[in-house]
Structure formats: structure tokens, C-alpha cells
């Protein structure tokens, strides 16, 4: 899958290569990266942009979420849902299935203007799936999403992923993006930093002013007898949330230990330490302050176990 | 209503020709300053500020010295003048339709500026998610655009209205005095006061404050409603 766009307003040049499988998208980086600018494109709302995606095909109907939510002050919530199918007689959705898949029943007799971001932004969701759209982007619109429904409802987009929707969801939260992405896109500046699967993600380059809670590293699952990868269930695992223990190690918990050699250590902001952990498939990402890595005398290739 | 009565025939023709005048130059305001409107709002030219400027001028401009131009450029061995002969078979100048393009171009400024504010402040985001939802443009236009535009409307409407009720010297200049023709009630009072007939004077002069006085309070109350866009 090829993503490619220049556009010189906002100062962005795209150019993504994907496998074409991914049918979730997620994409991340600092404010200002040119994430919605990315989706703008994507949806055929910049003009000065160039370049072409064969995320969206020709004649494909592109749905878009925006951060701040639209709906017509002058509609309530149902005629604000129901003009996803006015112009779309054809949608597989109906209208009901979509209301209870994105719990609004109870917003539907309310007044658009007292729903809060959140429910705005449901009720948005709602009328642009119910549009049937081959293409689905979203950028940022569950962040005001309360956490047990935001899980509920990134299920359902995964469920609408697997039947043939593409979706691009733009986020600032990792962990919302590894639940549903098949492949992530990382941006900055306006460029693409990195691109690849959610289990590569530990294989993004980290920079001195890469934000610390930003850092992920995803690890295969292993057997608590054998110590053995099972199949390819992965953890994503903050860097922060990593404790490193030069040996001997206690075998007191075999399935969240990973044990490996130190392949580098990196400056980050402030006093922190990226201490990079690698074995023969995987990398682990720890941070640890400077007092620390003095002492526990960490240098490159001392084996190491790192617990999270 | 003793005072009512002591209203002429001719005062009763005033009235309704002001009315008329009003109505057919609203109307034709609000066809014509909505597209204008809408390509300021989008414009993005340094031009964009003289052509602002020039339909604003009314604003400033005494009356007359508009009144002055327009019988100049439209008087009859002008090619503007014999377009306007062509077209509607009379001169500008002492007759109706003179009296509302002249109407129409003083109250333009009134027309414009509300539209416009209501252009900016309509998001643009609105208009996507219409496009991408499949929404024929023409729907776009009658679902989206005029209810969100309502409340700018409707001060749009009255404001042109009102001003174009009010107005002296566009007419005085362009129309003179011709009863059902172009006697519209503020010449009307001049003449009852120039002939001393304060009965008939003050009549007038409290029909058209009023009227006046409802349309504001009425365009106000609306104003209310221009947050919700």
C-alpha cells in the first residue's frame, strides 16, 4: 500500500509504504505532525495537496470523523444520524445496528447542543458509518471518549476493519491504536518517521526528544512452563513500565521476563536512559534514570533480564 | 384613531408604495448580496478590500451625492442610461424601477455585512462532512447553508427594510415627488411639514418610527439565535 502526499501550505511531505493486508491504520506523532492534515488529504479536502493513495481507491467513498465534531445545530440527533443514509440508500448498516453498536440510544432525544464532546462525537461516528464509507478516517474523536465505552467501541471498529472497512484512526493514545491497528504510522514535522507493523513498533528510531511515554516495545507472549513464544499474541509494553535486573535473576515470573543482551543506551529528556534490550527476535525498550546505569554498571552487550 | 383618519388618499398611496418599494428591494438584496456574500466570505485577494470598501460606501456617503452619480451615469445620452431605456422603457429618473435600483444599491451595505459575518462564522467543516456524506450540492444549499444562515437572514431582511423605508435623499434626488410613482412617505412628510399640515405629519412621522422601532427590537431578539451556528 503506497501513501503519497506533498502539500506545501502545511509544510507536509507523506510517503508511506504499508502492506497492503493493514486495514487498520493508526496514526501517531506530536501535535502539529501533519496527522490531520494526513486524513484531510486522504479524505480529497485539500486542494494544494498532491499525490495519490491507493488506500483510496478511485470511486471509493471516504468517511471522515473530524477532531471537533459536526453535527447540524439545526437537526436533532436522529435527523443529524439519519443523513448518513439519506444520501447512501444502499448501506449495509442499518440504522438501529449502528445506534446500539455505539450506544447513543440514549442520546437520540436529546438536543444536539447540550450533548457533551463525547456524545458528539459518538452520534458523529454513527451517522458517518451508517454512510457505508470504503474508507473510514478518524482523527482523534474518541479521545473524549470515557474508557470502558472508548474500548467498546474501538472493538466494534476492528469488527468493521475485518469486514472490509479500512480505517485510519488518528491518535495520540499508543495503547488505543496497538487494541485495533494492523500497521501504525508515525509522524513528524510533517514527515513520515516511521511506518510498519504494530509488533515492529519497538524498531521505531527514538530521538533525544522523544516523548518518554511514547515509548513502546512489543513482546511475543510466552509459555509459563516452557518459556516459549505462543503463537503471535503480543504485549505492548511502555518502556517506562520495563525494571532491568543483572543476573543471577529469580525465575519468579517467567511469562513477563525477558531476557537478553543490552544492543544500546541513549540519552532521552531530562535524566533518563533508553536502554535498548534485544534478543534473537525481539527488542525491549527500559528507561532508566543516569543514577541508575551507574549503578547497576549497564553497558552494551551485558546480559541482562528486563521484567514489566 | 381620529388622527388616522385625517390621513389623505394620497398619504394611504405613500404608505403602501414605501411598503412595496421596501418588499421589491429586499427581495432583490437578498438574491443578489447572498452569492456576493458568500464569494467575499471565500475571497482571498488584497482587491477584496476595495471591493468591500465600494459596497460599503453607502454607509458613509451622504444620499444625494449617490443620487447625484446615479443621474449622471444613467441619464438618458448615457450608454448606461439607454441600456436602462432598452431594458425597461422608461428613464432612471422619476420612475419606480429607478427608484428601487437606487434603493438597492443604497441598502446594499445592509444586505452584505450580515450575510458575510454569517459566511465566516459558518464552518467549513459543516460543508465537507455534507460533500463527503453525498449530499447533492443543490441540497447542500437549502439543508445546510440557508437554515444555519437563517438568523443572519432574517437581520439581513430587516435591516433592508428598515433602511430602505427611511430613505430621503437617494429618492428625493432620483424620483422627486410623483404620487404612486415615487412619493414615498419620507417625501410625504416633508411635504405635509413644508405646507404646514402637522396633523398629517406626525401621523407619518410615528407610523415609520414604529415600524422602525419593532423591526430593531425584532432583529435584535434574533440576534439571540446567531451564537447557536
Known sequence: ?308 | MIGLTSLSAADWVAIWLTVKLSLVTTLILLILAMPLAWLLARWQHPAKYLVQAIIMLPLVLPPTVLGFYLLVVFAPDSVAGQLWQMLFGSTLAFTFSGLVFGSVIFSLPFAVQPLYTGFKALAPEYLETAKLLGMPPVTVVWKIILPLLKPFIIVAAGLCFAHTMGEFGVVLMLGGSIPGETQVLSIMLFNHVEGLRYTQAHWLAFIMLMVSLLLLSMLFWVGRFRRAI
Open chain 1, 1 to 308: 500500500m503506497n501513501i503519497e502526499f506533498l502539500h506545501q501550505k502545511a509544510r507536509v511531505a507523506i510517503t508511506v509504504n504499508l502492506s497492503d493486508d493493514a486495514s487498520f491504520i493508526g496514526v501517531f506523532g506530536a501535535s502539529g505532525a501533519g496527522k490531520t492534515t494526513l486524513l484531510r488529504c486522504l479524505a480529497g479536502l485539500e486542494e494544494s495537496a498532491l499525490g495519490n493513495a491507493d488506500l483510496v481507491k478511485i470511486n471509493q467513498r471516504v468517511g471522515f470523523v473530524p477532531h471537533t465534531p459536526t453535527l447540524y445545530p439545526h437537526l436533532d440527533v436522529v435527523e443529524n444520524i439519519a443523513l448518513g443514509k439519506m444520501y447512501e440508500k444502499h448501506s449495509r448498516f442499518t440504522v438501529s445496528e449502528v445506534i446500539s453498536a455505539l450506544h447513543c440510544e440514549e442520546l437520540l432525544a436529546r438536543s444536539v447542543t447540550t450533548l457533551s464532546a463525547g456524545e458528539k462525537q459518538r452520534v458523529v461516528l454513527a451517522r458517518t458509518i451508517l454512510n457505508a464509507p470504503d474508507v473510514l478516517l478518524i482523527d482523534e474523536a474518541l479521545s473524549s471518549l470515557q474508557s470502558t465505552l472508548k474500548h467498546k467501541v474501538l472493538s466494534y471498529l476492528k469488527q468493521l476493519s475485518r469486514s472490509g472497512m479500512k480505517i485510519v484512526l488518528v491518535s495520540h493514545n499508543l495503547p488505543d491504536l496497538f487494541q485495533c491497528a494492523d500497521a501504525l504510522i508515525e509522524l513528524d514535522s510533517g514527515q513520515v518517521v516511521w511506518s510498519g507493523e504494530v509488533s515492529k513498533i519497538a524498531n521505531r528510531p527514538i530521538h533525544e526528544n522523544t516523548s518518554v511515554d511514547s515509548i513502546y516495545s512489543t513482546v511475543r507472549q510466552t509459555d509459563v512452563q516452557t518459556g516459549e513464544s505462543i503463537g503471535e499474541t503480543y504485549a505492548a509494553v511502555n518502556a517506562v513500565d520495563v525494571i532491568l535486573e543483572v543476573p543471577p535473576i529469580s525465575q519468579s515470573s517467567l511469562l513477563h521476563c525477558f531476557h537478553g543482551t543490552i544492543s544500546s543506551i541513549k540519552k532521552l529528556q531530562g535524566e533518563n536512559l533508553l536502554v535498548s534490550v534485544k534478543n534473537e527476535n525481539e527488542i525491549i525498550h527500559a528507561i532508566v534514570s543516569t543514577a541508575a546505569c551507574a549503578k547497576l554498571q549497564l553497558k552494551e552487550q551485558l546480559e541482562i533480564a528486563a521484567r514489566f
